[in-house]
Every structure is written in C-alpha cells, then in structure tokens.
C-alpha cells in the first residue's frame, strides 16, 4: 500500500508563516509530480502548487512569491513554505503525488488526508 501523511496545519495570524510537510510511505518504486491543492469552504479544490522530479515548480497566481514548494526525492517528501499569509489562504490543504507502486506499473494519483490551514487574528 501506499499512503501521504501531512504535516503542519494550524492556525496562523496574517502576515504569518507555516510549513506543510508530506511523506509518501509504503511500496513505491517510482514518485513523479508532486503537489499541493486546497479547497476553501463553498469551494471547489484548487491547485496551490507543483513540482516535479527534476525540481521545476508552478504556482498559482494567487500564491506566487509567497509559498516556495520544494521535494526530497531520497526521502519521497515535499514541503510547503507560506509565507505573508492572508484570510484567502484559509483552507483545507491537500498533498498529492504521482505514485508508481511496487505492484503497480503505471503512476497512480494518491491523496493525503487533508490539513487545516486557518489564516486568523
């Protein structure tokens, strides 16, 4: 099995900083892209960011030059830096991968549980 566990949600005054942090686990063979989306309340879920294997990145343009998205390939991790957060980023934030499995020969989209990002003061 594989799995994403998130890390780092919570709550943040505006103009603050935090870091998501995921961690794909299980029979992996091969990690290609790897993301960030989020999905704010009465709206429909939205990509923040991506990177690939090579380390190119895209952002939104809601989001660039704020957050920085960054991967550890030996470690099969990705990390989310915000920062000059606003209320607008509030949201819960969702880590995806594109996962070749052990078992599996071809790449798979999997999901993260979700992590809550409130943007408050």
């Known amino acids: 099995q594989v799995q994403l566990v998130e890390s780092g949600g919570g709550l943040v005054q505006p103009g603050g900083s935090l870091r998501l942090s995921c961690a794909a686990s299980?029979?992996?063979?091969?990690?290609?892209?790897m993301g960030w989306y989020r999905q704010a309340p009465g709206k429909q879920r939205e990509l923040v960011a991506i990177?690939?294997?090579?380390?190119?990145?895209s952002y939104a343009d809601s989001v660039r030059g704020r957050f920085y998205l960054s991967r550890d390939n030996v470690k099969n991790t990705e990390s989310l830096q915000m920062n000059s957060l606003k209320p607008e980023d509030t949201a819960v934030y969702y880590c995806?991968?594109?996962?070749?499995?052990?078992?599996?020969?071809?790449?798979?989209?999997?999901w993260g549980q979700g992590t809550q990002v409130t943007v408050s003061s």
């Open positions: 990177i690939t294997r090579d380390g190119s990145t």
């Open positions: 995806n991968a594109r996962i070749r499995s052990s078992y599996r020969p071809v790449y798979a989209d999997y």
């Open positions: 299980g029979s992996i063979f091969s990690v290609g892209d």
